[in-house]
C-alpha cells in the first residue's frame, strides 16, 4: 500500500520556514528525517516507505507527491521551503505510471504546523500538537 500525502500528514510535522519534521505519533516528538544516504539526501523509513525529505516536504505543502524535487542553493539537506521547487532536469520519464502516486484530494489545512515569528524577529516553528493521539 502507497504512503498517500495524506497519511505522511498525520504521522509527520514539518516546519517550512526551518525545513525539520517531527514525529507527530511519537510522545516525545523526535526528529525526523536525520539520517543522510550516500547521495546526501536526508532520508527516513516511515511506515516502512523509505522517503527522502525534499519529498516529504513538498507532498507536505502541496497535498501530492513531486516526480522530482530540485535545491535552489544546491545544499540537498535544506529542506526549506523556499529552497525547494519541482524540477524535471535530469529526471529521465521512461515509465510514468511508475512515479506517479495516488492522492487522497486536497486537504483542510488539519493536521498542518503552524509557524510562528518570535518577538526578537527570529523565525521558529511550533508543532501543532492538537491532532495527537
Not at 102 to 114: T, V, Y
Amino acid at each position: 500500500m502507497r504512503l498517500t500525502p495524506k497519511a505522511l500528514r498525520e504521522l509527520v510535522g514539518y516546519c517550512p520556514l526551518t525545513g525539520q519534521f517531527w514525529s507527530k505519533v511519537s510522545s516525545t516528538h523526535r526528529p525526523l528525517f536525520t539520517s543522510v544516504d550516500s547521495h546526501g539526501y536526508r532520508v527516513a523509513t516511515i511506515k516502512g516507505h523509505r522517503i527522502n525529505a525534499q519529498r516529504a516536504a513538498f507532498a507536505l505543502m502541496h497535498d501530492r507527491w513531486p516526480l522530482a524535487v530540485q535545491f535552489r542553493n544546491g545544499d540537498k539537506t535544506d529542506c526549506r521551503e523556499s529552497n525547494l521547487k519541482e524540477g524535471w532536469r535530469g529526471l529521465r520519464l521512461i515509465k510514468t505510471e511508475t512515479a506517479r502516486h495516488e492522492d487522497d484530494g486536497p486537504s483542510k489545512n488539519q493536521g498542518k504546523n503552524s509557524c510562528e515569528t518570535e518577538p526578537l524577529g527570529g523565525l521558529t516553528c511550533e508543532p501543532d500538537y492538537s491532532n495527537n493521539r
